[in-house]
Every structure is written in C-alpha cells, then in structure tokens.
C-alpha cells in the first residue's frame, strides 16, 4: 500500500520560505516520479512541480524560479523549497506520486498521479 505523508507546511509572512516534505512508503514505479499540487479555497487543484529519477524538474509558471522540487532517492522523499511567498500561495499542498506526465521543456503542462498525499496546509499573510 501507498503512502505518501506531507510535512513542512505552516504559517508565514510575505516574502517568506518554506520547505514542504513527503515521505513515500510502499511505492516502487523505477522512475520515482513525484510532485506537488495545491488547491486554495473555492479553486481547483493545480500542479506545481513534477520530478523523476535521471530526469529534469518541470515546473509550473506560477511557481517557475521561486520553488524549488528536489528528490532524495534514498530516503524516497520530495521535497518542495518555497521562496518569496506571498498571499495567493496560500492553498492545501498535497504529495504525489506515480502516474502521468505533459511537459514542454521545464514547464509542466499537466500531471495526473496515481497516488496523493493527505495534504499540508500553507499560510502566507500580508
């Protein structure tokens, strides 16, 4: 069984960091490809940022050059560094893993993961 478990997630100011962890357990795909959602109130989920194993991240525009996703393989663990938050940052971050990847170069076009985490939420106030 699947499990991916999110940590990292809180409170901060404008301009603030933050770095988001999750933890896999029982996931095994050779590429190990991960990533991160969120879904702030009233909006739909979006993709962040996607990652394998021997390949390059791709990101979001939204998030392009201020998150970072990096993989530890042997710690099975994805990481997502937040830099320069601000308030429309604020949303539930959720783990993902596995599934299907779009990608134009470094930009992620669409991710459909086979597994999801619990979630983790995220505040950036003014």
């Known amino acids: 069984q699947v499990q991916l478990v999110e940590s990292g997630g809180g409170s901060v100011q404008t301009g603030g960091s933050l770095r988001l962890s999750c933890a896999a357990s029982?996931?095994?795909?050779?590429?190990?490809?991960m990533g991160w959602f969120r879904q702030a109130p009233g909006k739909e989920r979006e993709g962040l940022a996607v990652?394998?194993?021997?390949?390059?991240?791709a990101y979001d525009d939204s998030v392009q050059g201020r998150f970072t996703i990096s993989l530890d393989n042997a710690k099975n663990t994805v990481y997502l560094q937040m830099n320069s938050l601000e308030p429309k940052d604020t949303a539930m971050y959720y783990c993902?893993?596995?599934?299907?990847?779009?990608?134009?170069?470094?930009?992620?076009?669409?991710?459909?993961?086979?597994?999801w985490g619990q979630g983790t939420q995220v505040t950036v106030s003014s």
């Open positions: 993902a893993a596995g599934g299907s990847v779009a990608r134009i170069g470094g930009t992620l076009v669409g991710y459909h993961p086979a597994y």
């Open positions: 029982g996931y095994t795909d050779s590429s190990n490809t």
């Open positions: 990652i394998y194993t021997g390949g390059s991240p």
